[in-house]
């Protein structure tokens, strides 16, 4: 019993070292900035090309977990945008149950009971009716989504 306490003191002791060394952020202006080379493709290259957005979402991904990582970002907002994105990766990596866990995430820090229902709404309910009615046809689905927004 004693070993397993010295044990669980340490990995607390290591984690509360981890969190220390995180570089303390208060707005998203305090965060480096990321830039893409998209190689000469343009925006309907990625539209159009389904591995080369996912290979874009995945490069997307990484950086924004290096900044979870590494800073320790006390912004509300700028935490909900991380959210905001992930979500958006996870939709187009078609992880539709991860992408719903990424606006709750988002939803909880939204203060204002009104932007907690606005916050994706669109894309949350797109996931919710796609995951209610995954064989659909197009048309179907259209009608759906669109009775679900009401």
């Known amino acids: 019993m004693s070993k397993l306490i010295i044990v669980l003191l ?3 002791a290591f984690q509360a070292g981890i ?12 965060l480096p900035k ?3 080379d998209l190689q000469g493709n343009t925006a309907m290259d990625y539209i159009n090309n389904r591995d080369l957005l ?9 950086d924004l977990n290096d900044d979870l990582e590494n800073y320790a970002i006390e912004d509300k907002a700028t935490m909900r945008g991380y959210h905001s994105n992930f979500s958006m990766i996870y939709f187009i990596q078609d992880d539709l149950k991860a992408a719903l866990h ?3 995430k988002g ?3 939204t203060e204002k009971e009104a932007d907690k229902y ?7 309910e797109f996931i919710k009716t796609r995951l209610e009615y995954p064989d659909l046809q197009e048309d179907e689905f259209k009608e759906a989504f669109k009775a679900n927004l009401k």
């Open 10 to 12: 340490a990995l607390l």
């Open 19 to 30: 969190a220390q060394n995180k570089i303390k952020i208060e707005s998203a202006d305090d």
């Open 34 to 36: 990321h830039y893409y």
């Open 54 to 62: 996912l290979e874009l979402a995945a490069t997307l991904e990484n």
């Open 102 to 104: 990424e606006i709750e």
């Open 107 to 109: 939803r909880k820090l």
């Open 118 to 124: 606005m916050y994706n709404f669109t894309l949350d």
